[in-house]
């Protein structure tokens, strides 16, 4: 036995283990969809926003894209000739250079640095005329961003691969390096300074708003900040603030190679995708904590039965081996007094009623043993009949206690009956309460021990009528009180150990209770004594007619609990 418990609990551990395993890789592939999809997009939105940064950089440098196709040391040759660029490499500035993004455009060959000497010449694109011309002074926008040029070409002189290069100094000019790859030198600089305002609000912002628009539909928010002056030039949506507080959602983009002040902060929000990802996961935790949590039931639930299972099969074994033995008992007692008369060797009256006696005795005691387990037999198989009738139930159980009075007093006991006045009717079956009665008062004598009192009482206590059997013997453990209703079940303990039973009479009295719609309770405590309480719904309000006075054994009451006494029988 203690190798199939053993093996019983080694198996349930590795459900139990496997069920906690699965749940573990479920509850980890979830999150990380969860994650994954987050990322995924995340990452969307990350691509949208490189996206816009190079919308922006084509939208400054889509005008210099034509300029590799040309030959910069014939563009300067050209030049020094006739002072003017060649026609085809003017068409290919036009749209540059009458762009509104761009307030003026400058032109200062390399080797004439009108920032450093003013008596150079320096141009300045007439839009008119469409063509440069010279002009004393400028601004110290223009040579900043010449100077800025300058020094970034000397800086790469040996890592030039195309015919030009441009140089932003901020926001506030955008510098075209011409570069003769063939001699590996400058041939000059166009400067174009740019317009902030139309930049930031006709063309940024509108394509922020045109592009993300509303940042609840778009799940992301935009804006474009000049870090170094701690200002927001632009933003997508508004109604968000900038509020300089980076998170897991936030992503920063610099521009390369354009206003280098400049930097896009996005704000990553919970887009429909992600919402939409959470309320799934939180879905699938809820069922996969449901199923988890079911699955353990069924487990501890296959276990608790299985255990059950074969402890009722022990106790039927040994029922088995005790009703034999008890069954035997009387069969043997039996025949040899029937073998005694019957030979003749009983011929004195006094002996003869002696063994007549003792025949009854236990013909009495086999015929209970028959109706126990016939009474099981047929409620295990569903044939138990129940013929209900209107009762006052009091009467009944008086009937009872006065066709029992006899014999329970005869065991030394003590045996009273209280009833309140007036109860109402009832749908019982008689011989079911007779049947209920009999075996918790043989409960009660089985157990009593020293102090031999038993009481039974007849109340009503709201929609039901209670039927009590109170004992003052040695009670019932809080743990035993748990499965004392179940079948073959004994207490284990020296008391029951000396006392004959089966394990039926309580089980018994359960399923005739619940046959009448009604429960069984007890309450007990161990050395104070045991009450059996079966309640039974009440059908009738009606109060049972007066019926001749008829005596009955002086009561006493039970504690706490005042009854009208009832008289002795003569």
């Not at 816009?52 to 563009?75: C, E, I, W």
């Not at 009458?98 to 920032?115: I, Q």
């Not at 000397?154 to 003769?180: G, K, M, P, Q, W």
Request: some cysteine.
């Amino acid at each position: 036995m203690k190798r199939s418990i053993s093996t019983r609990n080694i198996f349930l551990g590795i459900g139990l283990i496997a069920v906690v395993t699965l749940t573990g890789m479920n509850v980890y592939s979830l999150f990380e969809l969860h994650e994954t999809t987050i990322e995924a997009a995340e990452e969307n939105k990350r691509n949208q926003i490189d996206e816009f940064a190079n919308q922006l950089r084509y939208r400054f440098a889509s005008p210099f894209f034509g300029l590799r196709r040309f030959d910069m040391k014939t563009v300067e040759n050209h030049y020094l000739k006739k002072g003017t660029f060649p026609e085809k490499f003017h068409r290919q500035l036009t749209d540059a250079f009458n762009d509104p993004l761009f307030s003026d455009v400058y032109w200062s060959p390399h080797d004439l640095d009108h920032c450093m000497d003013s008596t150079l010449p320096i141009y300045r694109y007439d839009s008119e005329n469409a063509e440069f011309k010279a002009v004393e002074s400028v601004s110290d926008i223009v040579c900043e961003g010449i100077g800025l040029a300058r020094s970034r070409s000397r800086a790469l002189s040996s890592e030039y691969v195309h015919s030009y290069r441009t140089s932003f100094d901020t926001h506030r000019s955008l510098t075209v390096s011409l570069i003769n790859l063939r001699e590996n030198r400058v041939v000059g600089h166009i400067t174009l300074l740019i317009d902030r305002d139309y930049l930031v609000n006709q063309i940024i912002q509108s394509q922020l708003q045109e592009t993300f628009g509303n940042a609840e539909q778009s799940g992301v928010v935009l804006w474009l900040r000049d870090w170094m002056a701690g200002e927001v030039l632009a933003v997508s949506d508004t109604t968000y603030a900038y509020t300089g507080h980076s998170d897991q959602h936030q992503v920063r983009q610099r521009y390369t190679d354009l206003p280098d002040n400049w930097i896009l902060n996005a704000q990553l929000l919970d887009s429909p995708a992600i919402a939409a990802s959470d309320t799934s996961l939180f879905r699938n935790l809820i069922v996969l904590g449901t199923a988890v949590i079911a699955l353990f039931g069924a487990l501890i639930f296959m276990y608790i039965t299985a255990k059950r299972e074969r402890e009722l099969a022990q106790r039927q074994a040994g029922f088995l081996a005790n009703v034999t033995h008890e069954l035997k008992t009387p069969l043997a007692a039996m025949q040899a007094a029937g073998e005694n008369i019957s030979d003749g060797r009983v011929a004195d009256g006094e002996r003869l009623k002696s063994y007549g006696t003792h025949i009854y005795n236990e013909t009495i005691r086999l015929r209970k043993m028959i109706d126990k387990l016939l009474d099981v037999a047929r409620i295990d198989s569903g044939q138990s009949i129940i013929q209900k009738s209107p009762q006052h139930l009091d009467q009944l159980v008086e009937s009872w206690f006065r066709n029992h009075y006899n014999y329970v007093t005869s065991r030394g006991f003590k045996f009273h009956l209280n009833t309140e006045d007036r109860l109402p009717t009832t749908m019982v079956d008689v011989d079911h309460i007779e049947t209920i009665l009999s075996n918790l008062v043989d409960n009660a004598i089985k157990y009593s021990g020293i102090k031999k009192e038993i009481a039974i009482e007849v109340a009503r206590n709201g929609k039901w009528m209670e039927l009590r059997v109170t004992d003052r013997g040695v009670g019932i453990s809080h743990t035993a009180q748990k499965r004392i209703f179940d079948k073959f079940y004994r207490i284990e303990d020296s008391m029951t150990a000396r006392t004959k039973g089966h394990g039926l009479g309580l089980s018994i009295v359960r399923d005739l209770v619940h046959l009448h719609e009604g429960d069984v309770v007890v309450e007990s405590s161990p050395g104070s004594g045991t009450t059996f309480t079966a309640r039974i719904p009440v059908v009738s309000t009606a109060a049972p007619a007066e019926s001749p006075a008829m005596s009955k054994p002086e009561s006493i009451a039970l504690p706490a609990k005042k009854k009208q006494p009832q008289a002795e029988p003569g």
